[in-house]
């Protein structure tokens, strides 16, 4: 029996590009203090696929994934689907944290502080 891909799904490849070619203002200043093992020598991917979900930023030595959500979040569905989302992960042993756009510009530092937190 095939074992079923978890990461980095070929059928996702080329939104995950686009994903990454567009990134948001927040997810932008974000992926400056996390890319080249900037942030205590910890590797991050940006829109990287877990099952059939993309996630902002995935750092699989800590299996802790980083969300960053904007106003889009707050409709009754996207918050029923981000808590599916949510659930599903977390079932597969990942550490999720979400973050408003917004706390990425007014607080970072506890943005970051929060993020190490997670570190083992």
Request: charged letters at 35%; proline letters at 1%.
């Amino acid at each position: 029996m095939k074992r079923e891909q978890l990461h980095t799904k070929k059928e996702l490849s080329d939104f995950r590009k686009e994903l990454r070619k567009n990134l948001t203002p927040s997810e932008a200043f974000l992926w400056k203090h996390l890319k080249s093992k900037k942030l205590e020598g910890k590797r991050f991917r940006r829109q990287h696929s877990i099952g059939s979900y993309i996630v902002d930023f995935y750092c699989a030595s800590e299996k802790l994934i980083v969300e960053l959500d904007g106003e889009v979040h707050l409709t009754a569905n996207a918050i029923e689907y981000d808590g599916k989302r949510t659930k599903y992960l977390e079932n597969l042993g990942y550490t999720l944290l979400r973050f408003e756009n917004k706390m990425v510009f007014d607080n970072f530092q506890s943005v970051l502080m929060e993020i190490k937190g997670c570190f083992k």
